[in-house]
């Protein structure tokens, strides 16, 4: 089954590129913290117990939160994060940012903007260099509405593709699935964002095995 859905389904697509800008901007960073810093010498690990702020001045990022763990060019963690960027707003419980490999893991995350409702996973992975997004456990979506187990995020392509039980709507537009090798592609393009049930092999091919990492 195939159908085309109005402009604002495509703000489902921003937010899930929010996650993977937000965390591709980590680069160098300034540090503001509450209280002490604690900084093991021997392994250069520096800890916020009370946590603080990391700001990036150059891309306009901001991640707030009570506690904060990192050391230069290796990692962030965080929890209860914070972030800002322009008007986007993107949460999560627990953060692990690692600069080799360019990977983010992130547990209970929520994103939102002005420009589109939130959507929000019990945990997600952002593989930056590979332009890959992988969301799983109760992923919910208000515009659209979207309930799933699991779904991953070509940004380069513009596809999102959901595996295992799902619903969609969007207005009077409603699909579903039941079994756990459910499909369900969305392709945003040109302001508009095609859902189907039919997945191309080869889409199948080049994002299924992404789901595993997660």
């Given at each position: 089954?195939?159908g ?20 591709a ?17 021997a392994?250069g ?50 953060l692990?940012y ?14 939102s ?18 332009d890959?997004l ?7 979506s ?9 779904m ?24 579903s ?6 499909l ?12 189907t ?18």
């Amino acid at each position: 089954m195939k159908g085309v859905f109005p402009p604002r389904t495509v703000g489902l697509f921003l937010a899930l590129t929010a996650t993977l800008l937000l965390g591709a901007r980590f680069a160098a960073f300034s540090v503001e913290a509450n209280g002490d810093q604690q900084v093991d010498l021997a392994t250069g690990v520096t800890t916020l117990p009370r946590g603080g702020t990391l700001t990036d001045n150059q891309n306009g990022l901001r991640l707030v939160a009570p506690y904060i763990q990192y050391k230069d060019g290796e990692f962030i963690r965080a929890r209860q994060a914070q972030f800002s960027t322009g008007e986007t707003r993107f949460t999560a419980l627990e953060l692990d940012y690692q600069f080799k490999g360019e990977t983010v893991r992130l547990k209970g995350l929520t994103v939102s903007s002005p420009d589109f409702s939130s959507i929000s996973a019990q945990e997600g992975l952002a593989l930056l260099g590979e332009d890959r997004l992988v969301l799983s456990g109760n992923i919910r979506s208000q515009a659209p509405q979207l309930k799933a187990g699991k779904m991953v995020v070509d940004t380069q392509s513009r596809q999102a593709l959901v595996i295992g039980a799902y619903t969609f709507q969007d207005g009077a537009n409603r699909l579903s699935g039941n079994r756990p090798d459910s499909l369900l592609l969305l392709s945003f393009q040109g302001g508009k964002t095609q859902v189907t049930t039919r997945v191309p092999p080869e889409v199948l091919a080049r994002l299924r095995p992404y789901a595993d990492k997660l």
